[in-house]
């Protein structure tokens, strides 16, 4: 982008404050009338960019990369901090069973459709679009799923689930993508690429948690402490990177070691107070730079998704897949139902609950650094990520068993 051109300039400004405003709107109609605000992110993207190309993909593509890669960080971060190993205990392997059947299912369908159909039986392609695009996005389904008076067990397992498959979906695909950045490596040699990185990751990710418990201890109350801390988060995911570790896996294992303090705390050299917890407003600036972020990036993926015409055997296969995926993840929990792991009673309202959204966008885009052929699955594979969020929110919308609405288990606002 030419910074030095006004006009430029003019427009980069009136996309940013019309995103912030037009994300707001549609959380507030997401929580009215249960329609994920990813549809009309993305919908005035499409606007901007292909419909009335206002803003051009070479304008902003480059700013989708960095904006993405720092929403990825903030999704697992964030992942961390809410993760109850009192809740994983309860219902570990009911959501632990979920997440594995439900994703490598997705996936296996999510392939064969791109191999034989899609790419013209290109195998990395393939591999990359079924792994970015088989896990269920939390940011879409949990303030949905807040809405149905899910009970507890239900709820949790819900929760377990959605981490796991975010998780699953990163670590899948980035693992993919480095070892495809080696392409003449042995195999050798990709092992210990693959695994070095983990333990890099935990000390960073271990440090950095702990620096970040004792600043809030003393600062949190300071203005600024929340920035401070996404500063810190930052820093520990670019120093991990820049040593070769995994960035993303030390941005998880930090929020963990944050969002369990009383345990980790022990660790550092002085006994701090029992009653640490996060301040309302440090969590809130936390929020509120994941909810910018969020909404700038979809917007920037309609902007760069090309529109392209289809043939009839490629755009049946894409309208095709949400409704496949669907079956696939009510065939998961109804095997699991018939096994008491789920409620019998609850588990259509779970199966419904399978939106696609911010993560596997991003991973999407970030594949095609190295993949240039993504480009060509990218309107496909927008048709499966709005079509997964329609057929959720019919399906929430006509749930009449749906109870008043339940507190999110999650802050509110995230990624």
């Keep these: ?9 003019v427009v980069a400004i009136l996309l940013l404050g019309a995103t ?13 009338f249960r329609v994920p605000d990813v549809l009309w992110l993305i919908l005035f993207g499409l606007l901007a960019g292909p419909i009335f190309h206002i803003v051009s993909p070479s304008q902003v593509t480059e700013i989708g990369a960095i904006v993405g890669t720092i929403a990825l960080v903030i999704i697992l971060y964030d992942a961390g901090i ?26 296996v369908a999510l392939f064969l459709v791109a191999y034989l159909l899609l790419t013209h039986y290109d195998l990395t392609t393939s591999i990359v679009f079924a792994l970015a695009l088989a896990g269920i996005s939390g940011a879409v389904t949990i ?26 979906g990163v670590l899948s695909v980035t693992v993919l993508l480095s070892v495809l950045a080696s392409p003449n490596a042995g195999i050798g040699a990709l092992v210990p690429q693959v695994l070095l990185p983990l333990p890099l990751a935990i000390i960073f990710g271990v440090l950095g948690g702990l620096a970040a418990i004792e600043f809030l201890t003393r600062w949190q109350q300071r203005v600024y402490a929340g920035l ?11 120093g991990t990177q820049y040593l070769d570790g995994s960035g993303i896996i030390a941005a998880l294992i930090m929020g963990v070691v944050l969002g369990n303090d009383s345990f980790f705390r022990r660790w550092l050299p002085r006994t701090m107070s029992p009653d640490f917890a996060f301040d309302p407003t440090v969590r809130q600036v936390h929020n509120d730079i994941a909810f910018v972020l969020r909404a700038l990036f979809l917007v920037i993926l309609g902007i760069i998704v090309p ?59 970030l594949a095609l650094a190295l993949i240039p052929a993504m480009n060509s699955l990218l309107f496909p594979a927008l048709i499966v990520i709005i079509g997964t ?27």
Excluded: C, H
């Design 1 to 9: 982008m030419n910074f030095f051109d006004s006009a430029t300039v």
């Design 20 to 32: 912030i405003l037009i994300a707001f709107g549609s959380d507030a109609l997401s929580q009215r």
């Design 82 to 107: 809410d993760f109850n190993p009192r809740e994983a205990r309860s219902v570990g392997v009911s959501g632990l069973l979920l997440a594995v059947l439900s994703f490598g299912l997705s996936a």
């Design 143 to 168: 303030p949905l799923g807040a809405r149905l008076g899910l009970s507890a067990p239900s709820r949790d397992t819900l929760n377990l689930d959605l981490a796991i498959e975010d998780t699953l």
């Design 228 to 238: 401070a801390v996404m500063g810190l988060l930052l820093v520990v995911y670019a």
């Design 307 to 365: 529109i392209q015409p289809l043939g009839v055997t490629v755009a049946a296969a894409a309208v095709a897949l949400p409704f496949v995926l669907l079956l696939l993840r009510r065939y998961v929990l109804q095997d699991l139902a018939g096994r008491q792991r789920v409620s019998s009673k609850e588990w259509p309202r779970l199966a419904g609950l399978y939106g696609r959204g911010l993560t596997n966008a991003v991973l999407l885009i």
């Design 389 to 415: 969020d329609v057929l959720m929110t019919a399906l929430v919308f006509l749930d009449r068993g749906s109870g008043p609405s339940a507190p999110s288990p999650t802050s509110s606002g995230g990624p």
